[in-house]
C-alpha cells in the first residue's frame, strides 16, 4: 500500500505560480509511474503530467504544456508539479496518484491517489 498526500495548494492571481508536493509513504516510489490529475467542479477528472520510474520520461496535457513541470525526488520520496503561468481555467482539486504502469499511464490505470489539494486561480 502507498500513502499519497498532496500539499501547497491554495489561492493565486492569474501569471503566478505555485509548486504542489506529494509525498509518499508506506513504499517507495521509485517502482511506480508517478501522475498528477485535476477536477473542476463539474467536470470530470483529467490527467495533467505524469513521470515515468527513472524520471527521464514526462507527458503533460497540451493545456499545460510549457507551463507545469512534473519532476520527483526518490531520496525524498516525493513527486512535485511546478506550476506557472496559471490561468483561471486551471482551477481544479489536484490529484497526485501511482501507477504500476508505465508513463502513458492515465487516471483509469492508477492504482493509488491522494485526497487532493485545491488549487484556485483568480483573474
Known amino acids: 500500500q502507498v500513502q499519497l498526500v498532496e500539499s501547497g495548494g491554495g489561492l493565486v492571481q492569474a501569471g503566478g505560480s505555485l509548486r504542489l508536493s506529494c509525498a509518499a509513504s508506506g513504499r517507495t516510489i521509485s517502482i511506480y509511474t508517478m501522475g498528477w490529475f485535476r477536477q473542476a467542479p463539474g467536470k470530470e477528472r483529467e490527467f495533467v503530467a505524469t513521470?515515468?520510474?527513472?524520471?527521464?520520461?514526462?507527458y503533460y496535457a497540451d493545456s499545460v504544456k510549457g507551463r507545469f513541470t512534473i519532476s520527483r525526488d526518490s531520496a525524498k520520496n516525493t513527486v512535485n508539479l511546478q506550476m506557472n503561468s496559471l490561468k483561471p481555467e486551471d482551477t481544479a482539486v489536484y490529484y497526485c496518484?501511482?501507477?504500476?504502469?508505465?508513463?502513458?499511464?492515465?487516471?483509469?490505470?492508477?492504482?493509488?491517489w491522494g485526497q487532493g489539494t485545491q488549487v484556485t486561480v483568480s483573474s
Open positions: 513521470i515515468s520510474r527513472s524520471g527521464s520520461i514526462t
Open positions: 496518484a501511482a501507477s504500476s504502469s508505465g508513463p502513458g499511464s492515465r487516471a483509469g490505470d492508477m492504482d493509488y
